[in-house]
């Protein structure tokens, strides 16, 4: 079987992936052990959030599915941070995971050239002369897909290992099998492996719970989509609730801690900062009376509802007396326990910043292998590997966002220059030019590169450019002459808004915008001075970052720098002083010393940087 592009694995990154792969006209094969399992959501079904909704505008403006599976199988939307500034708002939905689930597997087979395989991943296959270079997979049942590039996206299964209490078994989710022999295979081509640990709370059947005894929690009445291309949100919203822990509650958490497998040593692994388990919650913060739940639905129509909060890995019967120590869920019907599962991940640092490994040519890797938490950055790292196998398989240059352009630039860049020991998650705090990065602007700062790489068609880019038209056009007026300007000077104060400055001006102005063009103008207007000052930076930034390194040079004659910091640029051989950069480790003084030997011509017979004119 001979394809240009194999993805392994169907979870979020494998279907961004395959489908920017097959978008960009290969004929892509995505590989996933039944179809049943393509995008399933195996831990909350909610898509966005804080920084994540940012990704999954990008995903979207990049001309990936996420935003749009999300609009239709969304149950419940609300944008977050709504009284704060357009660079931390972002949008959250709680969606039907099922309905998930078929929209995504629908989107994917109507997209040509994309052909999903049924089979469990084996081994790697290489070109003849060795493990230098990929040329397929090989699968557990014999059959062999030939490939030039290859796509990793195995999620929580490489060598997946679940606990509840004591019990501990192999998986790589509950009831499915873990990835074995293709983590030997990773492990035997010298990837610098790691293991982490994430976990998921238990689910309880709806029509056992009291829901009268929660504070209810409603949608937004004017949903904000994820998708440029959703023009409104007309679903029918699904209440959430929430709840609360009490001090019955963490005192049976606290007698019952031997079982845990994290606090008695059987887990070694570490798991995401961020989204602790109740256990972790009650011995962290010991001196709280109460933590939140939300009670939510895991669809429209399902019995399963999720505890947001209430991870645990604790055994079967501690659950129990957990949940029936909480009010309104006592004696609730537990239809799955919550669990802790260890995985394997490749240290990030192995990957260029197309995600392309450094060890083997063609093989490229994304999602929760990469040592990420979330669907969010698993889709976002999916349909940027998606790109680039592309693009290595008809050999043009690689596709690598800046920090200053996208979340996505932001999340890659810290991945393969920092690595990272713990889950990665994203947050707005790690961009360091978040105000450039507000979830309205996203299509203008990628869309044009998602049609440079054919991945938009010719009416999502006339869409594009007519949003275009209409907001060059409403700042013209704002700052027409013949006003002098007053408008746009008005509009930049507090508490103002397009719609109070066209009160103002005693008239209509020439076009009509969306709820999402006016914020994004406000956006603009409001924060100008700022947004000069970071575009001023990053050109700065920019100039310093393009000067080359040449090539062979030697680090070794630079004095000052550490062992640690030469063995790794001369292993990773950056071409710019920018790329060095972002090598972990490397610090502003390390860099000056490079900056000054770098730019040294160099002594023929000796081989040593020496100062010129000498």
């Not at 892509?28 to 039944?34: F, H």
């Not at 394997?344 to 083997?360: A, N």
Request: aromatic share 6%; glycine share 12%; net charge neutral.
């Amino acid at each position: 079987m001979k394809f240009d592009v194999v993805v392994v694995g169907a979870g979020h990154a494998g279907c961004e992936a395959a489908h920017a792969s097959a978008r960009s006209g290969l004929h892509t094969a995505l590989v996933v052990p039944t179809a049943g399992a393509v995008a399933r959501m195996s831990c909350n079904p909610a898509i966005g959030g804080l920084a994540k909704g940012h990704l999954v505008r990008e995903i979207d403006a990049l001309g990936g599915l996420m935003g749009r599976v999300t609009d239709e199988a969304g149950i419940q939307f609300r944008l977050l941070n709504r009284s704060r500034g357009p660079a931390v708002q972002a949008p959250r939905a709680q969606t039907d995971k099922a309905e998930y689930h078929e929209v995504m597997l629908r989107l994917l087979r109507a997209t040509p050239g994309l052909e999903i395989v049924e089979g469990m991943a084996d081994a790697l296959r290489f070109s003849s002369g060795g493990q230098g270079r990929i040329s397929g997979l090989s699968l557990s049942d014999g059959r062999v897909l030939e490939a030039q590039a290859v796509v990793i996206t195995t999620g929580t299964f490489l060598r997946g290992r679940i606990h509840i209490g004591r019990e501990s078994f192999p998986a790589g989710r509950l009831g499915e099998a873990p990835s074995v022999d293709l983590a030997l295979s990773l492990e035997g081509l010298g990837f610098e492996m790691g293991r982490l640990k994430t976990g998921t709370p238990p689910r309880l059947r709806r029509d056992t719970i009291d829901f009268s005894r929660f504070e209810l929690q409603e949608g937004d009445s004017d949903p904000v989509p994820f998708s440029f291309s959703t023009t409104e949100i007309k679903t029918t919203q699904v209440p959430c609730h929430i709840a609360y822990t009490n001090e019955n509650t963490h005192a049976i958490i606290r007698e019952r801690l031997h079982e845990s497998p994290m606090f008695s040593g059987r887990i070694s692994s570490v798991g995401p900062r961020y989204c602790p388990s109740v256990e972790d919650k009650v011995v962290r913060f010991a001196d709280r009376l109460r933590h939140q739940i939300f009670i939510e639905p895991e669809g429209r129509t399902t019995d399963e509802i999720y505890l947001n909060g209430l991870s645990t890995s604790l055994s079967r019967e501690s659950q129990r007396l957990m949940i029936d120590s909480i009010d309104g869920l006592a004696g609730a019907c537990i239809l799955r326990p919550g669990y802790a599962i260890e995985y394997d991940f490749v240290q990030p640092t192995e990957l260029r910043p197309t995600l392309e490994s450094w060890r083997v040519d063609g093989l490229f890797l994304a999602g929760q292998i990469d040592g990420t938490t979330g669907y969010e950055e698993a889709g976002a790292l999916g349909i940027v590997a998606g790109i680039n196998a592309a693009l290595k398989v008809k050999r043009a240059p690689g596709f690598v966002l800046g920090r200053h352009e996208a979340y996505i630039g932001v999340l890659v860049d810290d991945l393969v220059s920092r690595g990272t020991r713990e889950p990665y998650r994203m947050f707005t705090s790690r961009a360091e030019y978040r105000l450039m990065l507000g979830i309205e602007s996203a299509d203008e700062r990628l869309t044009p590169h998602a049609r440079s790489l054919g991945l938009v068609d010719d009416q999502t880019w006339e869409r594009f450019r007519r949003k275009q038209d209409r907001v060059g056009r409403y700042m013209s007026w704002l700052g027409s002459a013949e006003k002098g300007g007053a408008l746009l000077t008005r509009l930049a104060r507090p508490g103002e808004s397009t719609d109070s400055i066209e009160l103002a001006a005693h008239a209509a102005p020439p076009v009509r915008l969306s709820v999402g063009e006016r914020g994004l103008i406000e956006g603009k207007v409001k924060y100008r001075g700022y947004i000069e000052q970071q575009l001023g930076e990053i050109q700065r930034v920019a100039r310093d970052g393009a000067r080359k390194i040449p090539p062979g040079f030697d680090y070794g004659r630079v004095p000052g720098l550490s062992t640690e910091i030469v063995e790794k640029l001369g292993r990773l051989r950056p071409a710019t002083l920018g790329e060095a950069a972002r090598v972990s480790g490397v610090t502003p003084a390390a860099l000056a010393l490079i900056r000054v030997y770098a730019q040294r011509p160099v002594n023929a017979h000796s081989g040593v940087q020496i100062p010129a004119g000498s």
